[in-house]
Structures are given as structure tokens and as C-alpha cells.
């Protein structure tokens, strides 16, 4: 029905949610080679986002995701950049339309999924949870380490530019430490997972920092940890660019401490707002090896049929 | 208004900075004991970054806090069991197991801008049943009339009483006096005060946060608080004392408490040392001077420098991981001019 025996090279991709995320991920998409954003859809009709989306030509809509499911066809996958509560009410519907559901909020309804780690295990999933922006910029770390030492425990601190920090995460400070301790247990492979959060509000406002503390069984060589971090962190800059190293891996008996920053891309949102940019950067990366995943599915399945 | 004078002694909280947050159980029943029958008001007891603070970012708690506030309950017969939390740190999970083990109050902490991540954490502690203060640290970092504006947002979530909270003894007298009076023109609510001593000024700022009409006051037996200490709560006592504002304090008792409890358990005396005055001088978070003399032995610089380094980068509460990170900075920068 959508493929009409010649598919298009791009998959159709929309966002609900035009506020800073919604938007930031707009400039990112349109960039993409994989994935057509179609539409934005907000609920909000003055909103920046939906103007500048309807200046690049891209379809809106003023009434959320009810007008996102009235276009025809629809979209395969949808962002969401809305808000948890809002996620609870959409993943289910998304679902019943067959559209897969990419969730930057903390709602989790869908299994977490960070692009470098584990993104070949959930291509296939309807609905992928991007855990929280401290899990995006932390769980790498922790699960280079892992990939090479067996790790007891992984504490993050991240610290975030008061301007960065929207009332969703205000609100939900909370929901930020629990979710991204269990990322770092559930992806990270730490046996025990904590995250502090500390927001700071100088002036200007400060690059996104992180601070990874890893604890790991006796006797891990540190020179292989090390090389392994920095092939990490080599593969976060292919699509976060911003992404380094403040310092060299600092090694304490059985306990390396990573201390990074992450600046952003600057698309939509200030270059500080990269615990806003890794997210929207990880949400491309996932839509788009999604993507890859539908077409190959697709492709398989056309050579299967021209067999028959 | 009457609003009586309420002294919250938070040795087994801020005290945890000194001896990097290896309280006994023994230690604790000790000394909240004493502060107990001394007529203290509240009993503090978490570790010193709060509930769920234990960490390598600020230090592993010998013992569970939670066995320290069981051990605190079964000895306080008047005094009010008090915790800490602050958000991003603590979890309202960790809150409610407080209160499960019988904790009366708690002070949500936040940087003195960022009062709204408090939201949730005072909202539970009022469905709990307890008081609760706001805490907006570091507030020599606001203006009054900002820190005021923060404290509003405290008490509209229901906060019982809102801090000034000094938390780098970085406040002189004045700067004391106008922020509580800001904060006291604001609020319906009680205003407080938690000073500390790295510019000598802890109860002459305490005195005038009183005058200005401050209630709810912090102090530590000793002084054994993080930087130079904090009020040393005997001293405040006599002072109240002679001043006829004694809020129901044994003088002597507290006196006892500061001379035969405490010291054996500090480890070091509160004193305003170089490193503990550059905190008040350059307005750099107390609880940071330990973990600043520990990098500064580990890389081989000046504490001092840590410290300016870490104020000249507006560091905030929370931020120990940059100490190290200074310390390692500063050492790069010095290896190539000493060969």
C-alpha cells in the first residue's frame, strides 16, 4: 500500500511537539538521508516551531497528535517531544496506527535504547525510549568500560546550565536520577547504578559536563579501559561533534573517573544546551538506523515475493 | 506574631563534611543525646549532602544514614529528628524511608536560584505529615529581592519556613540582615538562617538574621560543621542568653555536649584555617574544602588555588567532581614551568 512497487529512498518520519526539542530535532531531520520529515504537529499555534516548519515547507498541525493521524499515508515513525504525561496518552495510539514511536520524554513506555550500545538489539521495536540526556551522554561510557572489565559500579553526576533545564525536567528531577541509574544497570551493565543531577545557573551558562565514576573488578588493565573509552568517545563524535573529553581517563586502583563536556550543535538551540542536543543528535540516529532496518525489512521481503 | 525561636543543631549533617561521612551509630546516639537533653529544638542527622548523598561524587557513608537516623530516633525524647534532601541528589523514595523511621522535619535544599526542583520533594514531605523548611543555598550568590522571589516559589509548595542559607560563609553582617529581611517581607511563612564561620561572622550574622526576624536557626555544637564550622551552637546559647532570647537552651549542658561529645568524634577542630578562610573569601561552597586539601595533596597545588579556580568558575553545591578537574588542570599548567 505505501510502497507502490517503487519505494521511496526516504522513510516518513514526523514529531509531535514544537517547543525547543520538537524543533531542534526539526533542523536535524531535514538534514537527514534516511528519514523524510512530513509533518510537526504541536498544540500550540504562536509556537516558533510550527512557524519555522511551515516556512521549510513541512506540514503542520495546531491540534497535537490528532491532526498528526488524520495524514495520509501515515507516517512510519513518529518523535515525540512532548512530555511524559503527554507520551502515556500518545504511545498507545501510535501504536494501534502501526507507527513506531521514537519517546524523548521520560515517559519509558518502550525499552531504553542509547544509539552506541544497544540500537541493533531494539531496531524492531514499536516504541524506543531515549532513557534521559544524562544516559545519552553517561551509559557509553560506562558500557566501554563494561565491554572490557566487569564493572560493580557507575555513578554519573551531570551538570547542566540552569537555561538548559525546561519544567519537564524541573518537575521530574526525580524521574531523571531513578531513570538514568537504571539505564546505567540495564545498558551500562554496572551492577549498581547512581545519578545526581546539579544544575547551575553562571552566566554565561555552562557546557553540559559529566562526570563518569566507574568501579571495576580487580585486575582490568587500565590501558585496555582506556582504549576502549576513547573508541567510545570516537563514535559519540560522529554524531554528537561536541562530545569530548575534559581530561584523560583518571585511574584510582579499581576506579576510573571520565570527566567530559558536551557542547551542542547549535541548530535550534544554544551550543550550552548540549544535554538538549545529545538528545535530539541520539533521536536522528535511532529514527534513521530505523529506517534502514524498515527498508531492509522491506527489500528482503520484495526479493522474497519476486522468488515466489 | 508569635513566633518563638527554634534552634536546629545540625552537627550530625553538616559535621558528616569533616570526617568524610563516617558517623557510628555510637557517635550519633552520643552526641543527639546530649543536644537532646541540652533542649535543642531539632536534631539534624543525613549525610552531609543530604539523603542518597552517599557517593563517590561526595563520599560513601561509613554507615547507612538510615541505621544513623533509626539510632538518633531511639535516643531523642524532645528534640524533632531532622533530615536533609536535595533534588538531583536525593529521591523522594529515600525521604519517604526517613519517615518511615520516624523523621519529624526536612529542609530542601536547592541552589538559591533553582528553588522549582523542589517542587515535589516539599509537596510529599507536607502529604507525609512533616515540617519542612526550604533551603536556598549559597544565597550570598542572590540578590535579596531575587532570593526572595525563590523563597515565594518555596513556600507556595507549602515550606513551613524558607533559609537563608549561607552555605559558604561568604555573607557579612548586612548582606546577612537584608536577605532575611527580604525573604521576611516576602513570606507569610518563617524565615531561617544557617550560617557558617569562614569569616568569623557566623553568630554575628545568626544575631542579625534574629533581629531581622529569622526563626527557625541553625547551628552545630562545636561549631563541627563543613568549611570553618558553622554557629556554634553553646556559643549562640550564651549569647541568646545574655541577650534574654534563650529559647528554653542548658547553656552548660550545651557547653558539655561541645567540650566532651564532640571533639572526640571531629577529628580536627572547626577552625579558620587559610583554606576554610578562602571559602568565605572567595564565596566557594564549604563542604568543598575537604575534597579541595585532598586534591590539592594528590596533585601537588595550593588548596587555595583549587578553591579560587573553582569560585572564579561560579562552581555550585553539587559540583565536587570540578575540584578534582581544577586540581589536575593546575598541576598540568605548573609541570612544564618547575622543570
Redesign the interface.
Known sequence: MKSNGKASPRVRCAIIGSGNIGTDLMVKLLRSEALELVALAGIDPASEGLARARTAGIKTFENGIDGLLSLKPLPEIVFDATSAHSHLKHAPRLREAGIIAIDLTPAAVGEYVVPSVNIGERLGADNLNLVTCGGQATIPIVAAVSSVASVEYAEIVATIASASAGPGTRQNIDEFTQTTARGLERLGGARHGKAIIVLNPADPPILMRDTIYVRFAAGASHEEITASIRRTVREMQQFVPGYRLRAEPLFDDDQVTVMLEVEGAGDFLPIYSGNLDIMTAAAVRVGEETARHLMSVRSDREAAAERL | MNRPLKICDVSLRDGSHVIRHQFTCEQVASIARGLDEAGVHMVEVSHGDGLGGS???YGMSRVNELDLIRTARSVLKRAKLTVLLL???G???DLKAARDLGAEVVRVAT?C??A??A??HISLARELGMQVSGFLMMAHMSSPKDLAAQARLMESYGAHAVYVTDSAGALTVDGARERVRALRDALQCEVGFHGHNNLSLAVANTLAAIEEGATWIDAAARGFGAGAGNTATEVLAAVLDRLGKNPGLDVFKLMDVAEELVPPVMQRPAEIDRAALTLGYCGVYSSFLRHAERAAEKFGVDAREILVEVGK???????E??I??VA??LSQRRAPTAS
Do not use: F, N, Y
Open positions: 557517593s563517590i561524587q533534588p538531583g541528589i529521591t523522594r523514595d541552589h536560584t533553582e522549582d526542583v517542587q515535589q568558575r561560579k562552581a555550585v553545591g553539587g559540583q567532581d570540578m578534582i578537574e589536575l588542570e
